[in-house]
């Protein structure tokens, strides 16, 4: 069973965030709009994956060659969508159900849209690709829009607290900075090493 996770996560993840989306288009026909903003991030997600890690996919390869600086067998590689699922699967179900209670929660998933825009066009710097593409990136620039309309759309209603601004963005990275720990842990990895190479990749050597 571990074994089957492992080497079909992606697709493991697809069918149940597909399934979750469907259920709420059924039973629950009057979504706010938080709600409907995060179903539709929810389905961006799904697409995100299949760009960045198949279609033309390769965005880990990228990174483990040039960040990473070294060969990560195939097994680990598919066994990290297992816990970017996880990660993802956070992301978006709290955010749905307590997004308009605790706004902070949906300020953390508009954060998350945008980071994801943001990095497929420094990995273009970063990685050195010498064409302005990077895999995953025609969705993740969806998501980096869509994040900063849920934005306008909370501030434009009113609808946050000084606080939710603010500390929505360091719930974002305490569980972003997790899901990399839980990725890193099997590579022996730090994050020493990692900025390190950041560094180099940045001053082009």
């Known amino acids: 069973m571990k074994h089957f ?6 697709e493991i993840y697809t069918v149940t965030a597909i399934l979750l989306i469907t259920l709420v288009a059924i039973f629950m026909p009057e ?3 938080i709600q409907k903003y995060v179903v539709f991030m929810s389905f961006l997600f799904v697409l995100h994956e299949w760009e960045e890690g198949r279609y033309p996919g390769g965005f880990l390869e990228l990174l483990s060659a040039n960040i990473l600086q070294m060969e990560v067998e195939k097994e680990t590689m598919l066994a990290s969508r297992l816990i970017t699922a996880v990660f993802i699967f956070v992301m978006t179900i709290v955010p749905f159900f307590y997004g ?13 849209c945008i980071f994801e825009g ?3 066009i420094v990995g273009i710097i970063l990685l050195h690709i010498g ?3 990077s895999p995953g990136m025609v969705t993740a620039e969806i998501e980096l829009v869509t994040g900063i309309a849920l934005v306008i759309y909370i501030i434009k209603n009113h609808l946050g607290a000084w606080y939710d601004y603010t500390f929505a963005p360091f719930v974002f990275i305490a569980c972003f900075a997790a899901m990399q720990r839980s ?9 020493g090493t990692i900025l390190g190479n950041v560094r180099r990749r940045f001053a082009g050597k």
């Open 100 to 112: 308009d209670q605790i706004t902070m929660f949906a300020l953390t998933v508009a954060t998350f």
């Open 131 to 133: 064409k302005p593409y």
């Open 5 to 10: 996770m492992k080497h079909y996560a992606l």
């Open 31 to 33: 979504l706010t709009t």
């Open 118 to 120: 943001i990095i497929h």
């Open 183 to 191: 990725l890193m842990a099997p590579l022996h990895l730090n994050y």
